[in-house]
């Protein structure tokens, strides 16, 4: 008898082919483990001991291994002992979370190339359809750190946003650490920035799409307020709001994706905005102005030449602010 591909089928050998280990740690984004060669190894995610050579993953046989709470074996186990829930359940979660589709046809059927490749441009899509809230958040952040002073934030700022430097383990080691959350106020990832000249500047965890946020959208809507002040980034935004408005978002970046225009949309009916004194800011001012008149208001602030809002004084930004403010009152 074959079995039918249905809602409640499940192909375990396929879904172990189409997620690897690899991915699986990145989802859970787990600070204390640390690459090295194939293996990533650390404190054990599992039982959540203290000792940091406990856990291994070895990233091309697709298994981990505790050598301390013996807990064992591959994606599937893995999954099953963190959501402490059965090897189908386990499956299925997979399933869900990076969008494996069951193959039409008779399981185990060998996937043509063509097919191979559509089922990872699906996993693909479907991943970027929302960003995984966090099961956990980074402890003993600096917010006093001499980096975030010299670059205007002030300690009130800096506790307000989570922003600091983080001296622990893992991927975002040494970085100054930024938390974003989606608009609901769940925590979904940490943007950390190089102190020094270090490459690349911004550290964003794999599998979080930025398109889908806007930075300070959750604080920003609580507001109130019908306008919002845009600018691209996550400095741009504290400095704004540090000035006095705190009803300011940010782009992480110099684009407007497609989700980024609906949740401006949906939070407010005025835009103000405030993108950098260059080239590709003064392109984004020009797109974005285009793609979003006639389906609300959009005013334009000139910020000086060859500077941009984290660079402005408070006092600089405030007087920018007073002239849109004057020209159309909010
Ligand atoms: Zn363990």
Redesign the pocket.
């Known amino acids: 008898m074959t079995p039918r591909a249905g809602p409640n089928w499940v192909d375990f050998a396929a879904v172990k082919r189409a997620v690897s280990l690899e991915a699986v740690l990145r989802h859970y984004q787990l600070p204390g483990l640390r690459p090295h060669r194939d293996q990533w190894q650390g404190c054990?995610p599992?039982?959540g001991?203290n000792r940091d050579d406990?856990?291994r993953a070895h990233l091309t046989k697709n298994v981990f291994q505790?050598f301390?709470?013996h807990?064992r074996g591959n994606v599937l186990d893995f999954v099953a002992a963190m959501e402490k829930c059965s090897i189908r359940e386990a499956a299925l979660q997979l399933q869900q979370w990076f969008g494996v589709t069951v193959p039409v046809g008779a399981p185990g059927a060998r996937l043509s190339r063509a097919a191979a490749d559509m089922q990872n441009w699906e996993l693909v899509r479907k991943e970027e359809a929302n960003n995984v809230p966090l099961r956990f958040a980074l402890t003993g952040v600096q917010w006093n750190h001499p980096y975030l002073a010299q670059r205007g934030i002030d300690t009130p700022t800096a506790a307000e946003f989570g922003v600091g430097l983080y001296p622990g383990p893992g991927l975002m080691r040494g970085r100054i650490v930024i938390p974003i959350r989606n608009a609901r106020g769940q925590l979904v990832a940490y943007a950390g920035r190089a102190l020094d000249g270090r490459a690349p500047k911004f550290k964003l965890p794999a599998g979080f799409h930025k398109t889908l946020e806007l930075f300070n959208l959750q604080r920003a809507a609580i507001t109130g307020a019908k306008t919002v002040i845009v600018v691209e980034g996550y400095f741009d935004c504290t400095r704004v709001h540090q000035a006095g408005f705190p009803c300011v978002v940010a782009l992480m970046g110099s684009s407007l994706s497609a989700a980024q225009e609906s949740s401006l949309l949906r939070h407010f009916d005025r835009i103000v905005l405030m993108l950098d004194g260059d080239a590709a800011g003064r392109a984004a001012r020009q797109a974005i102005t285009a793609r979003l008149s006639g389906r609300c208001l959009v005013e334009v602030v000139r910020v000086p030449d060859g500077s941009q809002p984290d660079q402005l004084s408070c006092s600089a930004i405030r007087q920018l602010l007073a002239v849109a403010r004057t020209r159309e009152p909010w």
Do not use: N, R, V
Request: hydrophobic share 40%; proline share 0%.
């Open positions: 054990c599992i039982h001991g406990s856990f505790c301390a709470c807990a």
